[in-house]
C-alpha cells in the first residue's frame, strides 16, 4: 500500500505542477485589465470580455498563496499577489465593507449584493495569503470580514447565518447564490465555508471570540444540519431551522465530512474531536456505501423528486479523494484507499482534458463532457482540484512518517 501511495503522491505532485496551475498561470492572466480573465470555454478559448467573479477569483487566490507556502515556487507568490492587489483594489468594498458578488472584465462592479458565501472565500483566502506572505493587509481584511459576517449575517435569535445582503447591507428578498438553488435564508452550503473560513482564520490568529465563533458552527451542524439516519447533511432551512430540502449532495457530503474534522481538530476540543471523527466517518461510509458508481467516481446529487443525477462533476471526485484520505487516518480502514485509487484513475481518464490539463466541468453517465460548460467562470476555479493535490500530499506524507 505504501508504494501505491507513493507512486500516487508523485502524480499529484505533477499534476499540480505541471497541468493545474500552468493553466491559470500561462492562459488565465488579464495583463490589460488586471487580475483574471472570468471565462475559458473547455475547448481553451479565453472570453476576454467575460464578468469577473468573487469566488473565482477568491480561488484563485486561496490556490496560488497554498501553491507557494506548499511547493515554493516564486511564480506562484506572484500569481498570488496579482489576485490580492486584484481583490483589495476592485473586488474590496471600501465605503460598505464587504465583498462585490460580480464585476465586469475592467473591474467595475455589476452586481453589488454581498453574498456571505463570497465574504466566506475571501476570508479563506486573505488567511492562507497572510499565512504564505506574511501581509497585514491581508489579515486585516480577513478579520473585517469576519466582524461584517457576525455584525449582518449572524442570527442572534435562532442562530447561523443568513444569506445575502444588498451593497447597504440589507437583507435581500432573493438569497440563491444560483438558479438551481432553493431560495431559504439559511443554506448547508453557506455554513459549510464559513466554517472552511473561520477555520483557516483560527489557526492563523488566536482569538477567543473567533474560537467560540468556530465552536459554535461546529455545534450548527453537529445539532442542525446533519441527518444521523441517514448520514446525509441536510441542505436547506428556513429561519427556524425547519428542513426545506429534500435534496442530498453526495460532494458536499463528503467535503464536509473533513472540513468538520479539520474544524474541530483547529479547536482543540478533544469532545469536538472526538464527535466529528465519528460523524465524519459515518458520512464518509455512507458516500462510499451510496454514491459511488461501478467506475469508482461519485455521482452528483439526489434531487428533490428523489431521483439520481448520475453526472460527475468535477469537484465532487476531488473531495472524494481528501474526505475517502480523512476516513482512512481514522479508521485505518484499506477500503477507502481502494476508493481513493479508483477515483484518481477516473479522474485521469475522463476528467482531466489531454490537452490543457484542467479538469472538465462535468460529463455524463456515458463519459461525455458538456461542451457548453467551462474550464474557467464563476463557479470553476483552480481550488477543488488543486486543494485536492495539497491535500493529498500532506497527507500521505504525515501517513509515511509515522
Not at 490580492?84 to 464587504?98: C, R
Not at 466566506?120 to 499565512?131: G, Q, W
Not at 483552480?382 to 486543494?387: D, E, I, L, T
Request: charged fraction near 25%; charge should be negative.
Amino acid at each position: 500500500m505504501n508504494i501505491k501511495l507513493n507512486t500516487l503522491k508523485e502524480e499529484l505532485e505533477a499534476h499540480v505542477k505541471e497541468k493545474i496551475l500552468p493553466f491559470w498561470m500561462t492562459r488565465m492572466v488579464d495583463h490589460k485589465n488586471g487580475g483574471f480573465y472570468g471565462w475559458a470555454t473547455n475547448d481553451g478559448k479565453i472570453i476576454h470580455d467575460a464578468n469577473k467573479g468573487a469566488v473565482l477569483n477568491t480561488r484563485i487566490l486561496w490556490t496560488f498563496s497554498a501553491a507557494y507556502r506548499f511547493l515554493g515556487d516564486d511564480l506562484y507568490l506572484e500569481m498570488a499577489e496579482r489576485s490580492w492587489e486584484y481583490l483589495e483594489n476592485f473586488f474590496a468594498d471600501k465605503k460598505y465593507g464587504g465583498i462585490y458578488w460580480m464585476l465586469n472584465y475592467k473591474g467595475k462592479p455589476i452586481q453589488a449584493k454581498k453574498q456571505i458565501y463570497a465574504l466566506a472565500f475571501a476570508i479563506y483566502a486573505a488567511s492562507e495569503y497572510y499565512n504564505a506572505t506574511g501581509n497585514p493587509c491581508a489579515l486585516e481584511l480577513a478579520l473585517d470580514l469576519f466582524n461584517k459576517v457576525e455584525h449582518y449575517s449572524f442570527d442572534p435569535k435562532q442562530n447561523g447565518y443568513f444569506e445575502a445582503f444588498s451593497r447597504h447591507w440589507k437583507l435581500l428578498e432573493d438569497l440563491r447564490l444560483s438558479d438551481k438553488d432553493v431560495n431559504e435564508t439559511k443554506t448547508l452550503n453557506t455554513h459549510l465555508h464559513l466554517l472552511e473560513a473561520y477555520t483557516r482564520l483560527s489557526s492563523i490568529h488566536d482569538n477567543s471570540f473567533m474560537n467560540e465563533k468556530l465552536v459554535n458552527l461546529i455545534n450548527l451542524f453537529i445539532e442542525r444540519m446533519i441527518n444521523y439516519r441517514r448520514h446525509h447533511l441536510n441542505m436547506f432551512f428556513d429561519d427556524n431551522w425547519n428542513l426545506r430540502s429534500k435534496l442530498i449532495s453526495y460532494g458536499h457530503d463528503i467535503e464536509a465530512s473533513w472540513l468538520l474534522m479539520e474544524a474541530a481538530e483547529v479547536t482543540g476540543s478533544k469532545i469536538l474531536i472526538e464527535k466529528c471523527s465519528k460523524i465524519s466517518c459515518d458520512i464518509a461510509e455512507t458516500v462510499l456505501n451510496n454514491a459511488v458508481a461501478d467506475d469508482g467516481s461519485l455521482y452528483y446529487e439526489v434531487t428533490e423528486e428523489e431521483r439520481l443525477d448520475d453526472d460527475r462533476h468535477w469537484w465532487p471526485q476531488a473531495e472524494a479523494m481528501v474526505g475517502f484520505m480523512n476516513a482512512y487516518q481514522h479508521t485505518g480502514d484499506e477500503k477507502y484507499i481502494n476508493a481513493i485509487l479508483q477515483v484518481w484513475e477516473f479522474i485521469k481518464q475522463y476528467i482531466i482534458h489531454p490537452e490543457y490539463g484542467e479538469w472538465y466541468f462535468r460529463i455524463n453517465n456515458k463519459y461525455q463532457p458538456y461542451h457548453e460548460e467551462e474550464f474557467a467562470g464563476p463557479w470553476k476555479g483552480p481550488y477543488h482540484n488543486g486543494r485536492m493535490c495539497f491535500e493529498m500530499i500532506r497527507r500521505i506524507n504525515k501517513l509515511q512518517q509515522k
